[in-house]
């Protein structure tokens, strides 16, 4: 049987597990995915066009979309908690120029860096497992003026908001097993979050699943004034 996790970074590093014999396969980079649909939502244009210069992944597993993006041009910094997803993200992408992974909270990075980016964005990663009231004003502070936070993840369910456990199925029924903590909020609730924490322009919505598909996608696009 598995180890367990006991800390987050631990749980994120049994995230979509690779199986079988030999090194995993590289995903495609060729298309920027926002909702867990393929083809199914808006793609890069999302964070505006043209696109940013200089751009800031919050949770960005193995680093598929801050991939997409520096072959486009744009330069990437991913930070994640996990130092497995980090491995496997700089091996997969070393040959990508303008393009960097770095193994950390983002909470942490947010406050200690000194980089000013013209994006920030989390496809289904950090903005979804950080405390908004914590994350929102740091992000704040590390955009340029008129710079834009863009993220999605699952559309909340139920009428329960804040944070809420989340259980990995391949956790469950285990001894000593993590719960993680997943902020939920309606578009309505997180427009009132951004604004005031300073954010200007917010749109918030929930893109309906496709034909076939159960659960939608929370979409969300805010800027800093300027």
């Not at 990437?76 to 993200?89: E, M, N």
């Not at 199925?169 to 997943?182: F, H, I, P, Q, S």
């Not at 917010?202 to 805010?222: D, E």
Request: net charge neutral; charged share 20%.
């Amino acid at each position: 049987m598995p180890r367990v996790p006991h800390t987050p970074a631990e749980y994120w590093d049994t995230y979509k597990p690779h199986r079988g014999d030999g090194p995993a396969p590289r995903p495609d980079a060729a298309v920027f995915e926002w909702t867990q649909y393929p083809g199914h939502g808006p793609g890069a244009e999302f964070l505006g066009t043209p696109l940013p210069r200089c751009a800031l992944d919050l949770g960005p597993a193995e680093g598929v979309e801050a991939a997409h993006l520096a072959r486009r041009g744009v330069q990437v910094t991913g930070v994640d908690l996990s130092p497995a997803q980090v491995a496997r993200a700089r091996a997969w992408w070393r040959n990508v120029p303008r393009l960097e992974f770095v193994h950390a909270d983002a909470v942490e990075y947010l406050s200690c860096t000194p980089t000013v980016f013209d994006a920030v964005y989390s496809d289904w990663g950090a903005v979804w497992f950080t405390d908004p009231d914590r994350l929102l004003p740091l992000i704040a502070r590390r955009l340029a003026p008129g710079g834009v936070l863009a993220f999605a993840h699952a559309e909340p369910t139920g009428e329960t908001y804040g944070p809420q456990p989340m259980r990995g199925k391949w956790l469950e029924g285990r001894e000593r097993e993590l719960t993680v903590l997943r902020w939920q909020y309606a578009p309505e609730a997180w427009t009132d979050l951004l604004k005031r924490h300073g954010f200007t322009d917010v749109a918030a919505r929930v893109l309906p699943a496709p034909a076939g598909g159960s659960v939608g996608t929370l979409l969300v696009r805010a800027y800093t004034p300027g």
